[in-house]
């Protein structure tokens, strides 16, 4: 999307697009998932769990931090990562909203 149209669309519009365009890469969704199931992470164990290079498994990582979905905290040479709490629920909170909308029972009847 072209830098000059985002003003067209609302605030949070714009916002479950950054999300959903962060979430669109199965690495970074490999990522999330193993941060969900540990509930915290070395970097350094993502290079064993998914089998990818340190700079990507870093570039994905960098990607996923910049919109908040996670956070560090540096102890030494090591880099801790975990889901970041606040923004996990505003990103369901979005989704939650979105899909919300959709009335299964009113589609039925008016679906061409």
């Known amino acids: ?7 067209l669309f ?3 519009q714009n916002e479950l697009a950054n999300v959903a365009k962060a979430l669109a ?3 970074r969704i490999a990522i999330i998932q193993h941060l969900l199931k540990a509930n915290a ?37 090591s880099i801790s990562y ?3 709490p ?8 979005l989704f939650n909203k979105l899909f919300d909308q ?4 009113k589609f039925k009847k008016n679906c061409c």
């Open 1 to 7: 999307m072209g830098i000059t149209k985002t003003d």
């Open 10 to 12: 609302s605030a949070e």
């Open 25 to 27: 890469h199965p690495a």
């Open 41 to 77: 992470c070395v970097n350094g164990d993502l290079v064993k769990e998914l089998g990818l290079a340190q700079a990507t498994i870093s570039q994905h990582l960098r990607e996923l931090k910049t919109l908040g979905i996670i956070q560090g905290t540096i102890e030494g040479v």
């Open 82 to 84: 975990c889901i970041n």
């Open 86 to 93: 606040s923004q996990w629920a505003r990103i369901q909170s």
């Open 102 to 105: 959709f009335d299964s029972e």
